[in-house]
């Protein structure tokens, strides 16, 4: 029925995938991330803010053969050409920047990143399209006390935020071990890297599935294959049982201390330089942070820990969260995962040619929130401004005069600045402000130079059924001398 | 030369026009902000973070007529369709939540907001097409007490992050005083307010001109037109003597006092009702500052404020810096201008057709940040972290333990993690790191119980030619228990 020529009005809506996030989702998750910093600060890195914007090209995004992005990032040409994309993650833009100024950084570099990357991915329950990342990374260490010092920090950073000792752990394994069992298994020869990769692909994503499909469903996939309930069959390793031995061996290779746990690895890779190599980095990683008082309760070697397939070459880590809470049918399960890393050392190569050594940890910035809200660290609706009411419009200035006392106390206060006609609503928006007091003044109270104090917290207190002595003891409402305002309103916060 | 096969190797590059951010430049421009934030807080202003991906039609950049995302703003087209841009402001994003959640907001919804916006400009020497705005906004106010609450508040967060008092000035205006001018001069026909629109810019843009041209340009300007140095024309506004001298009249009406400068104003709207409306509503917001002790040597009315042509329908105010700074020729010229805003009030009606009264300011945090570095109050090289050295690669975990010391105590320490063979090089990493106190110590020490300790400060400072009393008075170089560690390095940092 619209006319032609009435312009259409546009939807006052976030893109879908998106969204906004108001007052205590910003300031919870900026204390969080502020104490992490503090940590990382006191580390020595230094903090890194990069564009959100980066060529295609510098992601390596580029889909193969085609001049076009790669589903998974934001693209857009610009009018020169080039291809430009959102960040999808804060790796890829510090492997471009330690390229970038390779000849002007420390090296080592120790670096920290907070902020948003993008994920042009469908949507759904929980999954955003933008969503904070918090990263650290050693650029240019090819030591393993690189690692021990990210997984001391990582537990520091845990506990720092609220995550109290006992609550987490920083599980620590290596894949070089990882590869050295697959030699031993016979599914890795180092003279031909290629042979048994479609192998070893399956057998890695065989062990991360240990938790879901349980000892025997991991036994199948690594043998012949497995069918599930549904019917559907998953093709397995072909993988004899001996084979499956020593890789179910592997697995099982965790022991009540990190020594035993140590040990057993190397009797699972011998005949495996490599492995021998990636057990050799557990030991030194364990020793370097027992040097520095992080023991297994809080840093633990653990084969089951696999992350990333591709993605890395040498110490993994991971950080679980180990106390319980309700999922969504109302069963207790753990926490969880809330932060992973390990060494990558081939990402600044893409662009100079030579390798560069790093390694470093990204915390899930919106689980670990979740966490703390778990445990009642953050969550907690605070306190709003006190409130100004206006009861004369024409003394306004009175009114501001109230607020910029308040203020300069250093109390967070508000003057009413919406149509003060209707007392009923100031005093609504005070209660939607979550206001602890409202001061009032009206034209009597004025000449009589007083105030009225309106105590919100007792006051919805008695509304929700307190005792009349309460009520009695410390009455709702208090006049006051308009030059002891400030002075009353602090002893109704207190 | 390069064979087929071999892949060209990306680029290290940002695109052009966006930048890095490297740690001090991080830090200082968080410190910055996160003060601005306390004192919105304290105003009662909420935090609002929205994504950075808005749909085109939310901005309203669409190309009249074109399904094109108008330039100005990075846009891409999604799966479904939809065009998606980066947001290039914090406004539009608020007046689409101001929209979206109107039924949930309180009202006034007092919200700020600080975070990168993007521009798809021709980048330039300082111009970059990424920045951070610092916004806050006062969302269904009818009232002036909300435009002299946001000058009151700006005034507020400059002296909370270093600008000192008489070192700025804010300055209001209203447009409704400057459209009572253009009816007075005869180029406002309230009836008819498209007429005479042209002409009308003609006058705004000079007024904004006073600076440069000087009172003749305007003038001229005013007049027939203009012809500048290059033998360029610019057209004028075609206005009579009399007509151009009661702009001029207006530009000049800036009074010893706030009240002389309204009284002045009052006269020279005589007849037109939206130029009294806008002259009563100064006298209020002057009122409401003076009530809060914000005199004339913090907030002045000053007819000259234009700002932003189109976009403002009441009370203008701009943030000024007075001190002076030396330009790129090493001339003295006045900081200028580092905030500035205004009312707004049709915003949220091209979501729902309904006014919404809006006021706000927005800090140019790069601007602001530039003038906190010339007043010496940002930029200063930062000291770097204490390093402890290797001299023994075998004792990584006693090198450890005593960088894990350091820290627990509060210390900003690092281990030196590149390959430690030339000690040269450690030192010059420490140098690099700005280190103040290198951490030594070769076998020798360890066999005998002692760290070595090294005061860079004092090191560099001999090396610039300090005294022989100061290097003999406080040895460069001291040997300390290894117990006394921590005690020693705080010693020496202290």
Not at 206 to 223: N, S
């Amino acid at each position: 029925m619209a006319k032609d020529k009435a312009p259409r009005r546009p939807r006052a809506e976030t893109p879908k995938g998106f969204r906004d996030y108001f007052g205590a989702d910003v300031t919870e998750r900026k204390a969080m991330l502020d104490a992490v910093a503090e940590v990382y600060h006191r580390y020595g890195f230094d903090p890194l803010e990069t564009s959100a914007v980066e060529t295609v090209e510098a992601l390596g995004k580029f889909l193969p053969d085609v001049d076009r992005p790669n589903d998974g990032v934001f693209g857009w040409q610009d009018e020169d050409g080039d291809w430009l994309a959102l960040r999808y993650d804060l790796t890829a833009p510090l492997a471009r920047v330690a390229a970038q100024f390779r000849n002007d950084l420390p090296s080592p570099y120790r670096r920290y990143a907070m902020g948003p990357v993008w994920r042009n991915e469908k949507p759904g329950p929980g999954r955003f399209r933008q969503f904070y990342q918090c990263d650290a990374d050693t650029v240019g260490a090819a030591s393993v006390a690189a690692d021990a010092e990210i997984c001391a920090m990582l537990s520091d950073a845990l506990e720092v935020v609220g995550i109290p000792r006992g609550d987490y752990i920083v599980r620590v394994n290596n894949r070089k071990v990882l590869n050295g069992v697959m030699e031993v298994a016979g599914v890795l020869d180092p003279s031909d890297p290629a042979k048994f990769e479609s192998e070893r692909g399956i057998v890695l994503r065989a062990i991360d599935k240990l938790d879901r499909l349980g000892e025997a469903g991991v036994r199948a996939l690594l043998g012949a294959g497995r069918r599930d309930e549904s019917g559907d069959f998953t093709k397995g390793a072909g993988l004899s049982d001996e084979q499956a031995e020593v890789v179910m061996g592997f697995m099982a290779a965790g022991r009540e201390t990190g020594a035993a746990t140590v040990a057993r690895l190397r009797e699972l890779v011998t005949g495996s330089a490599l492995g021998a190599e990636g057990v050799q980095e557990l030991e030194t990683i364990a020793a370097l942070l027992d040097a520095q008082g992080y023991g297994a309760d809080r840093v633990v070697v653990d084969p089951s820990v696999v992350r990333g397939l591709g993605y890395y070459t040498g110490p993994v880590f991971e950080a679980e969260l180990t106390f319980e809470i309700l999922d969504d049918k109302g069963r207790k399960r753990q926490f969880g995962s809330v932060a992973g890393g390990g060494r990558y050392d081939d990402l600044v190569k893409r662009f100079t040619g030579q390798a560069v050594p790093a390694t470093g940890v990204s915390i899930g910035v919106d689980r670990l929130l979740a966490a703390l809200r778990a445990k009642g660290r953050a969550g907690q609706q605070a306190q709003g401004p006190v409130v100004v009411t206006v009861m004369d419009r024409d003394r306004m200035a009175d009114y501001m005069a109230m607020v910029g006392e308040l203020r300069r106390a250093g109390l967070r206060a508000e003057l009413y600045l919406g149509n003060p006609k209707n007392f009923g609503n100031q005093l609504k928006y005070a209660d939607a402000r979550n206001s602890p007091v409202a001061v009032i003044q009206g034209s009597d109270e004025a000449v009589r130079g007083v105030v009225v104090l309106k105590d919100l917290v007792l006051g919805a207190k008695i509304a929700a059924g307190a005792s009349l002595e309460e009520w009695k003891s410390r009455p709702a409402q208090v006049e006051v001398a308009r030059g002891g305002l400030v002075a009353a309103v602090k002893d109704m916060l207190s």
